[in-house]
């Protein structure tokens, strides 16, 4: 039986992080690509087609033969962790025909003249674990008017701050975890299930916004979720011996 993409590049991953293949930093100024570098040669190592990654794509890795794409987010330890700042980019599950699944990989902070890195935890996860509406399209949009003399341009570029896995879910700290929809059939017998994790939809959605120049105020507007109460459900998994005897929880809500 075939194993698919996402768990040969899980397996990898953990394989590589377990085996101490380390993060390089090309430069002192590298504070993006590193753990980058590392996912994509982890890729490599599997044998997979991808499109070139830009510094505008996404997702950063583009599979050729396989309907998929995957993000990278890297997370210094111990850090900013409860969430990452995804610019112009709302997480989704599917993007332009794909299944799209990010990379979250924790790594020590950054220490003088020392170029190289551990992984220290990682997780696969699908997009739906972080965002379930695939829909919904940013956009920037700007006016100009503004100013004393009414020339000035105002832009409007969303910034979106969202929860990382390792803030969701219990039971991930220094192990490799693989997250997808519970309907997601698994083809390696090297992936063992490690928990069930259920997110609820709210029951009201935020469609929209208003910013008051003169008071620095912000008023957000609020509709009922047509899809209120439904449960989403996800099953975490890990590589056999690698952790699998430690479960995944989901932890209360963030709102």
């Known amino acids: 039986m075939t194993v698919t993409a996402v768990e ?8 590589g992080r377990a085996d101490g293949d380390l993060i390089k930093r090309v430069s002192a100024s590298d ?7 590392w996912v994509q040669a982890r890729i490599e190592a599997c044998k997979l087609n991808y499109d070139e990654p ?3 794509t996404y997702p950063d890795f ?3 033969d396989h309907p998929e794409g995957y993000e990278v987010k890297g997370l210094e330890f111990p850090g900013r962790e409860a969430d990452y700042d995804s ?3 709302v997480p989704t599950g ?3 025909g794909r299944e799209v699944f990010y990379v979250f990989g924790r790594y020590p902070k950054s220490v003088r003249d020392v170029d190289e890195y551990p992984v220290v935890d990682l997780v696969v996860c699908h997009g739906s674990f972080l965002n379930a509406d695939h829909e919904y399209v940013h956009k920037n949009k700007s006016f100009r008017g503004f100013g004393s003399y009414g020339d000035i341009l105002v832009r409007d570029r969303k910034m979106y701050v969202v929860p990382t896995p390792f803030a969701l879910a219990s039971g991930t700290s220094g192990l490799a975890t693989l997250v997808l929809p519970a309907s997601y059939k698994i083809q390696s017998d090297q992936l063992v299930h490690v928990g069930d994790l259920d997110r609820v939809e709210v029951d009201e959605v935020l469609v929209s916004y208003e910013f008051n120049m003169q008071t620095n105020e912000m008023v957000t507007h609020k509709e009922p979720n047509p899809n209120a109460g439904l449960v989403h459900r996800f099953r975490a998994y890990r590589s056999r011996g690698a952790g699998d005897s430690k479960n995944v929880t989901l932890n209360g809500s963030r709102r």
């Open 94 to 96: 599917k993007h332009n």
């Open 31 to 37: 504070k993006e690509y590193h753990f980058q570098n």
């Open 87 to 89: 610019n112009s980019q």
């Open 8 to 15: 040969q590049i899980f397996l990898e991953c953990e394989r």
């Open 54 to 56: 830009g510094r505008n």
């Open 62 to 64: 583009r599979l050729v």
